[in-house]
């Protein structure tokens, strides 16, 4: 949330942006439950070239889903929820 310093911090507009941030927040954390982390790291387009070269709407490259913590700690934690014992879940961690 960068634009934080962009947005004017006395007045409406500093309150407004308070409560937009809270909002995307509030919903990003109930998008990365490790089932949605699943699904994107098993979704191939997200690990394409022509993908990957291309810039996010803040202008930054994109980067593949395995070298985003927060996607990686959340397919491990759907792989946990899902094996059968810790044998299968220590062979995925190495």
């Not at 947005?7 to 109930?30: D, M, P, S, Y």
């Not at 387009?45 to 959340?74: H, M, Q, W």
Request: aromatic share 8%.
């Amino acid at each position: 949330m960068d634009n934080a310093a962009n947005c004017k911090v006395a007045g409406e507009e500093g309150q407004e942006f308070i409560i937009v941030e809270n909002t995307v927040l509030a919903r990003w954390e109930k998008m990365t439950i490790p089932l949605h982390c699943l699904g994107f790291a098993l979704t191939l387009r997200f690990y394409d070239k022509t993908y990957l070269s291309t810039k996010a709407p803040s202008g930054i490259l994109i980067k593949a889903l395995n070298l985003d913590k927060e996607v990686i700690v959340g397919v491990i934690e759907a792989f946990k929820r899902t094996l059968e014992n810790n044998e299968e879940t220590q062979m995925l961690q190495a």
